[in-house]
């Protein structure tokens, strides 16, 4: 349920962005503090799409492992499960630097343009 | 015809647009001197129960205003009524993923119908779901989740978002515990694993144990 609701906002953006256009990927961003099923996340993303210039588009996403800076060591750890620990020293007063990433990255679509306007364009 | 692939950098966060409504609702409650609380939980962990306790309990000393996100029905709404404190139902079932949580602009909706300036204390009751509503931002100041003891001890492993998210937990349900096989020691232990320290207090809605606490920690709040 709350892939479908990301899902929804991911077309909205992808559909803004794209501003008529077809759109044929959309490259998505999500960090693994997020609690994102992927699947889920894909399947969501299929169903919302249809009816709008996303439908059809694939979702390319990329996920990002957590990692965060230790502020007693200054050590950077990659951060597997929880609790979250510096792997240093073992202290938990870490700034989280990657993993709560949730964003679209970029999309890919279709220009369509007949030979006139490209010549226009010129 | 003449058709060619283009990429277009968006670098645009999904929650975006949210975030902003929710800024936007927060700027209003500052306004207003509210402070405001987003109180969110799985479903029928108590959280309209401890509503009621708290609302009986602080007449008088705090003024409270409810915004009652339900699915469908008025029924929490409803079991408050009876305290004339000022109540507005949002209704969630509108939209994609719309029932599972409230998002900012479902809050701003029903902002219209309540009377900001005369509350010290907004109450935001989430809809009952255990992952969507930690997502969403609605303008609060704090979180406070509602957990019951009835949900097991692993519940902040499986669930850190909202459980990482929140700012108290109540840990409801309290009085269950002598007929429950529930090792509370090992649940702080997981609650810390994701929030480390984070501010508890066990209550219970059949016996009032931690309601004066928890009234005391929000009014605390309320009345600065
Ligand atoms: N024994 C016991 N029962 C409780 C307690 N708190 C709530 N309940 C019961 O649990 C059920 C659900 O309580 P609600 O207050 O409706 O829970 P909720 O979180 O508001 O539920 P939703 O809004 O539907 O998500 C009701 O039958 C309550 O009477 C408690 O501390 N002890
Ligand atoms: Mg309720
Ligand atoms: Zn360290």
Redesign the interface.
């Known amino acids: 349920?709350?892939e479908?609701?990301?899902?929804?906002?991911?077309v909205?953006?992808?559909a803004r962005?794209?501003d008529g256009?077809t759109v044929?990927k959309v490259f998505?961003k999500v960090g693994h503090?997020?609690?994102v099923v992927p699947s889920a996340l894909s399947f969501s993303f299929d169903l919302?799409a249809q009816g709008t210039t996303v439908e059809g588009a694939e979702m390319v996403l990329e996920e990002v492992p957590a990692a965060g800076r230790c502020q007693d060591c200054g050590t950077e750890s990659v951060l597997k499960s929880?609790?979250l620990l510096c792997e240093a020293c073992g202290e938990?007063n870490l700034q989280i630097t990657r993993g709560e990433e949730?964003?679209?990255?970029?999309?890919?679509?279709?220009?369509?343009?007949?030979?006139e306007e490209?010549i226009a364009d010129r | 015809?003449?058709?060619?692939?283009?990429?277009?950098?968006?670098?645009?966060?999904?929650?975006d647009?949210?975030d902003a409504l929710a800024e936007a609702n927060r700027q209003r409650f500052d306004h207003a001197n509210n402070f405001v609380v987003n109180m969110m939980s799985s479903p029928g962990a108590g959280k309209t129960a401890l509503l009621e306790h708290t609302l009986d309990r602080t007449l008088g000393k705090v003024r409270i205003g409810v915004l009652e996100g339900d699915v469908q029905t008025t029924l929490d709404a409803d079991r408050l009524a009876r305290f004339h404190t000022p109540i507005v139902q949002v209704n969630t079932d509108a939209?994609?993923?719309?029932e599972?949580?409230l998002?900012a602009n479902m809050v701003r909706s029903g902002l219209a119908e309540l009377p900001l300036h005369d509350i010290d204390v907004l109450i935001i009751e989430n809809v009952g779901?255990l992952?969507?509503p930690a997502?969403?931002k609605v303008g609060e100041d704090v979180r406070v989740m509602v957990y019951a003891i009835t949900e097991g001890e692993e519940k902040?492993?499986k669930?850190?978002?909202m459980f990482?998210s929140a700012d108290l937990v109540l840990i409801n349900k309290m009085d269950l515990l002598p007929h429950l096989h529930f090792d509370l020691e090992l649940f702080l232990r997981n609650l810390?694993?994701?929030n480390?320290g984070v501010g508890r207090i066990l209550t219970s809605a059949a016996t009032g144990q931690g309601i004066d606490e928890w009234c005391s920690w929000l009014m605390e709040r309320g009345n600065a």
């Open positions: 349920m709350h479908l609701a990301i899902a929804g906002h991911v909205d953006i992808a962005h794209a256009r044929t998505l503090l997020r609690q919302v929880f609790p938990s949730l964003y679209v990255e970029s999309l890919e679509m279709e220009e369509q343009q007949n030979n490209l | 015809m003449h058709r060619t692939a283009v990429k277009k950098v968006v670098l645009e966060g999904v929650l647009a949210n939209g994609f993923g719309g599972c949580h998002d779901n992952v969507c997502e969403f902040p492993l669930y850190p978002l990482r810390d694993a994701v480390p």
